[in-house]
Nanobody, 114 residues
């Protein structure tokens, strides 16, 4: 049974930073591309970033490029999203996603507000 469990969300002021984590179980984590998506209230879920199983070709949406960094630790079955220079428009529920499996985490809420 595949499980993706996100953590690390919270309330942060504009300009602040957060690091999200997603721990995977039930899969050979190192074999899979992993990604982060987010969904703001009243909006569709949108792609944020992805990281391949091997190699260095990370992808980012234009809205987060230069501010967010995706990384992974295959020994810990964990993918991270380091978010810097946060803006109010980054407020959303953030989800971990394994596209080849089609599994989503439960999400973690990020709120950027003063």
């Amino acid at each position: 049974q595949v499980q993706l469990v996100e953590s690390g969300g919270g309330l942060v002021q504009p300009g602040g930073s957060l690091r999200l984590s997603c721990v995977a179980s039930g899969i050979t984590f190192s074999s899979y591309l992993m990604s982060w998506y987010r969904q703001a209230p009243g909006k569709e879920r949108e792609f944020v970033a992805s990281i391949p199983s091997v190699g260095f070709k990370k992808n980012y949406s234009d809205s987060v490029k230069g501010r967010f960094t995706i990384s992974r630790d295959n020994a810990k079955n964990t993918v991270y999203l380091q978010m810097n220079s946060l803006k109010p428009e980054d407020t959303a529920a953030y989800y971990c996603y394994a596209p080849r499996i089609g599994s989503w985490g439960q999400g973690t809420q990020v709120t950027v507000s003063s």
